[in-house]
């Protein structure tokens, strides 16, 4: 079975800070992981994906992560925090049905 | 690039009523089509895999007959909440797969009151 799970439910961050979200998986086999931004009342938005291609994987809006498989994580950053990425954002692992499996979320605040 | 689109964003119904939410595919074709339930402040959880021309396959201790589940076309999933009570107010999600990359729609926010 495949699973991710985002330690931290809630991270705050100043604006221009270094924005880390914590993301690990676990599966038998080489995993097909996003991540995606929800804004309230909206949607999923891709940020980025790893498909074993580049283990440094860039997204959209400046946001980057990275594949490690010794530490079985895949944790999402951004430099310099934004007023406007202030959201949701959940880590996900795909299987070979293409069902997701999402973690529990974390709700990222940027403080101005 | 592709899109899904649900319809409606949101909807308010009373208790007892059936509501059906569209999911549609708009410049691809979907065999496959998943659904998903948010309950708030926390993640979303699959529900079922809508397959076209065929029986839904149904997550472990999602109710079939509570939920009907309807792809009559490739373009087209359809989630038909069935006596709606409180407990079933939720956000919605659909999603199609083309090729390796998965397209939500807007979701739907049901209330039931």
């Known amino acids: 079975a495949q699973s991710v799970t985002q330690l931290g439910s809630h991270v705050s961050v100043s604006e221009g800070a270094l924005v880390l979200l914590r993301c690990n998986y676990s599966?038998?086999?080489?995993?097909?992981l996003f991540w995606y931004v929800q804004y309230p009342n909206q949607g999923l938005q891709l940020l980025l994906k790893y498909t074993s291609a580049a283990t440094l994987v860039k997204g959209i809006n400046g946001f980057e992560a990275e594949f490690k498989k010794s530490e079985t994580s895949f944790h999402l950053t951004k430099p310099s925090a934004h007023m406007s990425d202030a959201a949701e954002y959940f880590c996900a692992v795909k299987n070979t049905g293409n069902q997701f499996y999402f973690g529990t979320g974390t709700s990222l605040t940027v403080i101005p | 690039g592709a899109v899904v689109s649900q319809h409606p964003s949101w909807v308010i119904c009373k208790s007892g009523t059936s509501v059906k939410i569209e999911c549609r595919s708009l410049?691809?074709?979907?065999?496959?089509m998943f659904w998903y339930r948010q309950f708030p402040k926390q993640s979303l959880m699959l529900m079922a895999t809508?397959?076209?021309?065929?029986?839904?396959?149904?997550e472990q201790g999602v109710e079939k007959d509570k939920f009907l589940i309807n792809h009559a076309s490739l373009t087209l999933s359809t989630l038909t909440v069935t006596s709606a009570h409180p407990e079933d107010s939720s956000f919605y999600i659909c999603?199609?797969?083309?090729?390796?990359?998965?397209?939500f729609g807007q979701g739907t926010r049901l209330t039931v009151v």
């Open positions: 809508s397959n076209e021309g065929s029986k839904a396959t149904y």
């Open positions: 999603s199609a797969v083309r090729t390796t990359e998965a397209f």
């Open positions: 599966s038998s086999v080489p995993p097909y």
């Open positions: 410049d691809f074709q979907a065999t496959t």
